[in-house]
């Protein structure tokens, strides 16, 4: 029998670039009360956000997707013709066949490149992170492109003040490719299948969610997922420079943080906190931030950042990251 050969791997990965794309429309906690019996102060102290970016008709899961791409590639240092494989994560799009990340691929310029969608909801980048960073470095890929990209305002009730003043558009993206030494840890994943109830769509296909089973859930599972992802990294709570979760609601942020500050993660652990002015943007949500707390100087070249998702499925998905 002939001998089958198999990729070539490399020792491990890193992410090489960071991009980000969201829409122009700019919408405050002052616009939503205007349309529902809500107000300023009452989202504020339940869910942390001031402001949102509501996508229009020219703003697609399809085209931020495309910006957020192309700065990724451009912030490594690299061209279209150097990916060779795209993942965008989505639950949003608006059908599954062509799958968003043909048509990504095709309009920033990446020809011929393996790409498949991914939906793991608001865990979706990071899952997509893992299976693409395990694509490189097993060999099978040579640099691959993984966006997360949603527009929630598609399949959400505009007047629905439990989820319309919560869900925003957006994209984010990074590039990933070889390095000498480990720079993507290994994923921590997993569903709870029995949850499912918590997070759906009703049969008007908008989205919806038991908030106060949601912030239970994540306030009390999450940090040990976290812990989790840790171990398998072969790193401390105090190693991490950066906590980077799914921006859902900046109460649970911050609770996430708190309980990982006990287990020893250090009080200047930078975290993220861009669930205040983009709001919660599903896959989106964590390239987004991480982009944004770059370009704002709040996190620096080789930064250990903690990474984590969680969302509709129920599915989660953690994993520790280097900093490009």
């Not at 997707?65 to 061209?79: D, F, P, R, T």
């Not at 490719?177 to 993507?184: F, H, N, Q, S, T």
């Not at 976290?226 to 906590?243: F, H, Q, W």
Request: aromatic share 4%; glycine share 12%.
């Amino acid at each position: 029998m002939t001998a089958l050969r198999i990729a070539t791997g490399v020792p491990g990965t890193r992410i090489l670039g960071l991009g980000s794309a969201q829409p122009e429309n700019v919408v405050t906690n002052d616009d939503l009360s205007k349309i529902m019996d809500t107000d300023d102060g009452w989202i504020r102290e339940r869910v942390g956000i001031t402001e949102r970016r509501f996508g229009g008709e020219k703003d697609t899961v399809v085209s931020m997707a495309v910006e957020a791409g192309a700065k990724a590639i451009a912030g490594a240092g690299l061209s279209p013709s150097d990916i060779d494989t795209v993942i965008v994560a989505n639950c949003t799009a608006t059908a599954p066949i062509p799958n968003a990340a043909a048509q990504v691929a095709d309009l920033i310029g990446v020809k011929a490149a393996g790409g498949f969608d991914l939906n793991a909801a608001c865990a979706g980048f990071c899952y997509a992170l893992g299976i693409g960073s395990d694509l490189v470095r097993s060999g099978s890929s040579k640099r691959t492109l993984v966006i997360g990209s949603e527009k929630l305002t598609d399949v959400v009730d505009p007047v629905d003040r439990s989820t319309a003043i919560i869900f925003a558009d957006g994209a984010g993206a990074a590039v990933i490719g070889p390095a000498d030494e480990p720079g993507i840890g290994p994923v921590a994943w997993g569903t709870a299948g029995d949850l499912v109830e918590m997070i759906g769509m009703t049969e008007r296909q908008f989205i919806y969610q038991e908030g106060q089973a949601v912030f239970r859930w994540a306030t009390t599972k999450i940090a040990p997922i976290a812990m989790r992802a840790l171990e398998l990294a072969g790193l401390k709570p105090s190693d991490v420079d950066v906590l980077i979760p799914h921006q859902a609601n900046l109460r649970i942020v911050e609770a996430i943080a708190k309980k990982l500050r006990k287990e020893g993660a250090r009080e200047d652990m930078v975290v993220a906190d861009d669930i205040v002015t983009s709001g919660n943007t599903s896959s989106a949500s964590i390239p987004m931030a991480m982009d944004h707390m770059r370009a704002a100087g709040r996190i620096n070249s080789g930064d250990v950042a903690l990474l984590i998702g969680f969302g509709a499925g129920l599915s989660y998905a953690g994993q520790v990251v280097v900093c490009p």
